[in-house]
């Protein structure tokens, strides 16, 4: 009898030492498979994000390897409260990139069909001019750059660049604009980008 008495808190001891291991050893792989998941989850949307949103990119990556180094170090409880809202962060992270490429492309197509003509209107008249004799100077260095960063930025939109194509288109804009009043060329603003 005495033996049972001293076995049954050994056997409770025991049990309570598994019941122990056995939750924390649920939270390291919870934690882990979270993890796994938000990595594989944010592969395919980083490098979209990247391109349109590079500081929230930034910070849910930050955020995923904050999770990942409290995994290593042992924190699982705390790698698992981290790892649980990275899926919040991945999906608000490719809507907003998707959003400001949506804006990129908008903006773009507002250039391609205001630029074309304003650029076809100041190389008339540069042409006339040059022809008369009567172009001021510099006016044809100014046109060559702004035909040339056009070409540029035809070229980033083609090969999937937004953001340069409309950097760039934006500041044809404003040379082809600043072109035309010198030149007394009259013309509606192209639409705002």
């Given at each position: ?106 903006q773009w197509n507002d250039l391609s069909s205001s630029l074309p003509p304003l ?6 008249k540069v042409s006339q001019l040059s022809a008369a004799h009567k172009l001021p ?57």
């Amino acid at each position: 009898m005495n033996r049972r008495k001293l076995a049954l808190p050994a056997i409770a001891v025991v049990l309570l030492l598994i019941v122990t291991a056995a939750c924390g050893n649920g939270e390291k792989v919870s934690a882990q498979a979270a993890i796994s998941a938000a990595q594989t989850a944010f592969g395919p949307v980083k490098s979209l994000s990247e391109k349109y949103v590079p500081e929230q990119t930034a910070a849910v990556e930050a955020s995923i390897n904050s999770a990942q180094t409290a995994y290593n170090n042992g924190d699982y409880s705390g790698a698992l409260t981290s790892a649980k809202a990275l899926p919040g962060q991945i999906t608000d992270l490719a809507a907003a990139a998707k959003a400001k490429k949506d804006e990129f492309t908008k903006q773009w197509n507002d250039l391609s069909s205001s630029l074309p003509p304003l650029l076809s209107s100041v190389s008339a008249k540069v042409s006339q001019l040059s022809a008369a004799h009567k172009l001021p100077a510099a006016t044809n260095d100014q046109y060559t750059s702004a035909k040339s960063l056009w070409d540029a930025a035809t070229a980033a939109f083609s090969s999937g660049d937004l953001p340069t194509a409309v950097t760039d288109g934006n500041s044809v804009k404003e040379k082809l604009l600043a072109l035309a009043q010198m030149l007394h060329i009259k013309v509606a603003a192209p639409a705002a980008s």
